[in-house]
T-cell receptor, first 116, second 112 residues
Framework: AQKVTQAQTEISVVEKEDVTLDCVYETRDTTYYLFWYKQPPSGELVFLIRRNSFDEQNEISGRYSWNFQKSTSSFNFTITASQVVDSAVYFCALSVFPFYGNKLVFGAGTILRVKS | EAQVTQNPRYLITVTGKKLTVTCSQNMNHEYMSWYRQDPGLGLRQIYYSMNVEVTDKGDVPEGYKVSRKEKRNFPLILESPSPNQTSLYFC???????????FGSGTRLTVV
């Protein structure tokens, strides 16, 4: 069975601080995809990134960066110089090949509060 | 614009009164799915569909029904809603598991 753990229930930071959201996953499959989604206060789910299990390169997109480490089964997300607009719930999710039911297995989410 | 449209956005109903939440996608995706979101639990899959007339249960299917008569539509039916079905519901569609899902805006359902 697959499982995603986001141990941090809630994080509060002051604007301009860097913050890292942790994600640990469990699967016995060798082919899988990892995702991060953002849920702002308005409630919709916004796709941030997708990473496959064969690509361990870290990724940077503006103030966002992701660190994928298969050795520790982690896919952590860092926001550099956080802003108030980053306040949201962030979900890490896992999809395994051959994508039984095309299911995304989600973590419980981390609430990020950025204060000005 | 490519999107998943679900309606209504908000719904308050009484126990036992049948309701349907509609979902439609305009991306010609084969895969569609329903999730519910509850605090501390993240999102959990209710039902999924891999194509027209092909549906199957997800992790929490009890109390729900779905149908897929057309590729673009995937309604969620609660025949006899109960208070434990109070939740935030998301419809989603996908080309395949490689791409993850595109989600609708969500339906906040309250059953009293």
């Amino acid at each position: 069975a697959q499982k995603v753990t986001q141990a941090q229930t809630e994080i509060s930071v002051v604007e301009k601080e860097d913050v890292t959201l942790d994600c640990v996953y469990e699967t016995r499959d060798t082919t899988y995809y990892l995702f991060w989604y953002k849920q702002p206060p308005s409630g919709e789910l916004v796709f941030l990134i997708r990473r496959n299990s064969f690509d361990e390169q870290n990724e940077i997109s503006g103030r966002y960066s992701w660190n994928f480490q298969k050795s520790t089964s982690s896919f952590n997300f860092t926001i550099t110089a956080s802003q108030v607009v980053d306040s949201a719930v962030y979900f890490c999710a896992l999809s395994v090949f051959p994508f039984y039911g095309n299911k995304l297995v989600f973590g419980a989410g981390t609430i990020l509060r950025v204060k000005s | 614009e490519a999107q998943v449209t679900q309606n209504p956005r908000y719904l308050i109903t009484v126990t036992g009164k049948k309701l349907t939440v509609t979902c439609s996608q305009n991306m010609n995706h084969e895969y569609m799915s329903w999730y519910r979101q509850d605090p501390g639990l993240g999102l959990r899959q209710i039902y999924y569909s891999m194509n027209v007339e092909v549906t199957d249960k997800g992790d929490v299917p009890e109390g729900y029904k779905v149908s897929r008569k057309e590729k673009r539509n995937f309604p969620l039916i609660l025949e006899s809603p109960s208070p434990n079905q109070t939740s935030l519901y998301f419809c989603a569609s996908s080309l395949s598991g490689f791409y993850g899902y595109t989600f609708g805006s969500g339906t906040r359902l309250t059953v009293v």
